[in-house]
């Protein structure tokens, strides 16, 4: 596991141990383990200590006590850990030296419920995000690749034959032609009809919530599931709701605060 950094692991356990401060407990560092094309340890800082903070500035001197250039670590945490687990990644390549890969694209239909793939993320490893129960708000620069996200999330929801999906590009634009084979709704434009448009289409997805609702507690389910939704006599069937560019209908006149509620 340790081939990369051609030290032993006992050496390397002892080093990440030199950043406990003043007579605090030592912290504990997992076994370490390849994960894509670097080497990974978790060290559980002693009580009182950050991560986060340690994270944004020890980057050198943990490094240092490896005898590694200091572009080749990276120390970061994880919303899934403790506010104490640090998590140290010592790569093959530096970030600046590395392609960024490709993201693995599904070709077979995949149920709505699942989650996704989205993007990869600097170390190339995949991000996963899902469609159900779930909103995205997607911000950039122009030319960002704001579309090309957006592009993503409704192939994935087009995996899923149930899913009705709506999708407004709030500009004169041939990015979501694709879809239309397998968009419930496609309109392309900003003017006041379209905007009026989509106003109608929210308000009848909100004053649908109380039906399903309704519907979910006849069947003693919480929330829907893919049997629910397959059942076309109860009319669950998932909605996807894609805005480009809403700003755009946020601006408008006579519905842009409508739209916006």
Same mark, same amino acid.
């Given at each position: 596991?340790?081939?990369?950094?051609?030290?032993?692991e006992?050496?390397?356990?002892?080093?990440?141990?030199?950043?406990?401060?003043g007579?605090q407990?030592?912290?504990?560092?997992?076994?370490?383990?390849?994960?894509?094309?670097?080497?990974?340890?978790?060290?559980?800082?002693?009580?009182?200590?950050?991560?986060?903070?340690?994270?944004?500035?020890?980057?050198?001197?943990?490094?240092?006590?490896?005898? $590694?250039?200091?572009?080749?670590v990276?120390?970061?945490?994880?919303?899934?850990?403790?506010?104490?687990?640090?998590?140290?990644?010592?790569?093959?390549?530096?970030?600046?030296?590395?392609?960024?890969?490709?993201?693995p694209?599904?070709?077979?239909?995949?149920?709505?419920?699942?989650g996704?793939? $989205?993007?990869?993320?600097?170390?190339?490893?995949?991000?996963?995000?899902?469609l159900?129960?779930?909103?995205?708000?997607?911000?950039?620069?122009?030319?960002?690749?704001?579309?090309w996200?957006?592009r993503?999330?409704?192939?994935?929801a087009?995996?899923?034959?149930l899913?009705?999906?709506?999708?407004?590009?709030?500009?004169?634009?041939?990015?979501?032609?694709?879809?239309?084979?397998?968009?419930?709704?496609?309109?392309?434009?900003?003017?006041?009809?379209?905007?009026?448009?989509?106003?109608? #289409?929210l308000?009848?997805?909100?004053?649908?919530?109380?039906?399903?609702?309704?519907?979910?507690?006849?069947?003693?389910?919480?929330?829907?599931?893919?049997?629910?939704?397959?059942?076309?006599?109860?009319?669950?069937?998932?909605?996807?709701? #894609?805005?480009?560019?809403c700003?755009?209908?946020?601006?408008?006149?006579?519905?842009?605060?409508?739209?916006? $509620?």
């Open positions: 596991l340790l081939a990369v950094l051609h030290i032993p006992t050496q390397l356990a002892a080093d990440l141990r030199s950043l406990r401060e007579d407990p030592r912290t504990r560092a997992s076994r370490p383990r390849r994960v894509g094309d670097s080497t990974q340890v978790v060290v559980t800082l002693p009580v009182g200590m950050d991560a986060a903070k340690v994270a944004a500035t020890r980057a050198g001197s943990v490094a240092g006590s490896l005898d $590694i250039p200091e572009d080749r990276v120390l970061s945490t994880d919303r899934r850990r403790a506010a104490r687990d640090l998590v140290i990644r010592v790569l093959d390549i530096a970030l600046e030296d590395r392609d960024m890969g490709h993201m694209v599904p070709d077979v239909a995949s149920t709505f419920f699942d996704f793939t $989205i993007a990869v993320d600097r170390f190339g490893d995949p991000v996963h995000t899902r159900f129960e779930h909103s995205t708000l997607i911000l950039g620069a122009s030319g960002s690749g704001k579309s996200v957006s993503t999330y409704a192939a994935a087009a995996l899923d034959p899913v009705d999906m709506h999708v407004f590009a709030m500009k004169q634009t041939a990015d979501f032609d694709p879809l239309e084979p397998v968009a419930l709704t496609l309109r392309t434009g900003g003017s006041t009809s379209d905007a009026r448009a989509l106003r109608s #289409l308000e009848d997805l909100s004053a649908d919530i109380d039906r399903r609702g309704a519907v979910l507690r006849e069947h003693g389910a919480e929330k829907l599931t893919p049997a629910l939704a397959a059942n076309p006599a109860l009319d669950l069937r998932p909605a996807v709701v #894609l805005v480009d560019e700003h755009v209908g946020f601006q408008d006149e006579e519905h842009g605060a409508a739209i916006g $509620i």
